[in-house]
């Protein structure tokens, strides 16, 4: 086996199990069906679990090693040889630039200590570059290549989206909440304000989901109109 790069085969496990996982919140932020959802996790699982298990033909004690998207250098995320755990490093010609297991905790332990070598590289990436919130409005520039009503059309799809997205997650929080008031004792006074605080949040909430689901509606109407075969 020792023509196969085990390092690169971890690491593409463990890229693919990360992008697994942020699929599963997206779909679950948009209210996807629960079973795809809980499939998209399933797999992130399995990939996860394989990488662990290629771990152990590592030759050293580096798991990942890959350069840094938006600067020199590269992250290593490496294997603490007795204890088991990762941690992750930013190197740059030599040069430590963060390392997690040299990082001294509140209790006087050291170290990050990451279970699984997927969530460590995760993390460095957070760390090296945060994640960008996506761009809602898109910049109007005329090019040769582009065309007006497809441009329109993307950027209405974008928003009905991203609206659609919002009001399902006020409506998963409306559910949450609805289930923590039938657990609230109406007989005790702490229960009965928690109760009347929980329906005025409540009530707020659904009507602001029922708001935002009706825009999205009337944003993908629009969509339809621009579309060429719309007869509009």
């Given at each position: 086996?020792?023509?196969?790069?085990?390092?690169?085969a971890?690491?593409?496990?463990?890229?693919?199990?990360i992008?697994?996982?942020?699929?599963?919140?997206?779909?679950?932020?948009?209210g996807?069906?629960?079973?795809?959802v809980?499939?998209a996790?399933?797999?992130?699982r399995?990939l996860?679990?394989?990488?662990k298990?290629?771990?152990?033909?590592?030759?050293?004690?580096?798991?990942?090693r890959?350069?840094?998207?938006y600067?020199?250098?590269?992250?290593e995320v490496y294997?603490?040889?007795?204890?088991?755990w990762?941690?992750?490093?930013?190197?740059?010609?030599?040069?430590?630039?963060h390392?997690?297991?040299?990082?001294?905790?509140?209790?006087?332990?050291?170290?990050?200590?990451?279970g699984?070598?997927?969530?460590?590289?995760?993390?460095?990436?957070?760390?090296?570059?945060?994640?960008?919130?996506p761009?809602?409005?898109?910049?109007?520039?005329?090019?040769?290549?582009c065309?007006a009503?497809?441009?329109?059309?993307?950027?209405?799809?974008?928003?009905?989206?991203?609206?659609s997205?919002?009001?399902?997650?006020?409506a998963?929080?409306s559910?949450?909440?609805?289930?923590?008031?039938?657990t609230?004792?109406?007989?005790?006074?702490?229960?009965?304000?928690?109760?009347?605080?929980?329906?005025e949040?409540?009530?707020?909430?659904?009507?602001?989901?029922?708001?935002?689901?009706?825009?999205?509606?009337?944003?993908?109407?629009?969509s339809?109109?621009?579309?060429?075969?719309?007869?509009?």
């Amino acid at each position: 086996m020792n023509h196969i790069d085990i390092t690169s085969a971890v690491t593409t496990l463990d890229l693919h199990t990360i992008w697994l996982e942020c699929l599963a919140e997206s779909m679950e932020r948009q209210g996807m069906d629960s079973g795809d959802v809980e499939q998209a996790r399933h797999h992130a699982r399995g990939l996860d679990k394989l990488s662990k298990n290629l771990v152990d033909f590592m030759p050293d004690d580096t798991t990942h090693r890959i350069e840094r998207p938006y600067a020199s250098g590269v992250i290593e995320v490496y294997r603490e040889p007795e204890m088991g755990w990762y941690e992750w490093r930013i190197m740059d010609g030599g040069t430590s630039l963060h390392d997690t297991g040299t990082l001294s905790n509140e209790d006087g332990t050291v170290g990050c200590k990451y279970g699984s070598p997927g969530i460590a590289l995760r993390d460095a990436l957070n760390h090296d570059e945060p994640p960008r919130k996506p761009t809602l409005v898109r910049r109007i520039e005329w090019l040769p290549t582009c065309d007006a009503m497809s441009d329109n059309i993307d950027q209405v799809n974008l928003l009905a989206d991203t609206v659609s997205g919002i009001a399902a997650e006020l409506a998963k929080a409306s559910v949450n909440a609805k289930a923590q008031r039938s657990t609230r004792n109406s007989d005790h006074a702490t229960g009965r304000l928690a109760m009347i605080y929980l329906d005025e949040r409540t009530r707020t909430t659904d009507e602001l989901a029922d708001e935002m689901s009706a825009t999205a509606e009337r944003l993908r109407g629009i969509s339809h109109r621009l579309a060429p075969d719309s007869g509009a």
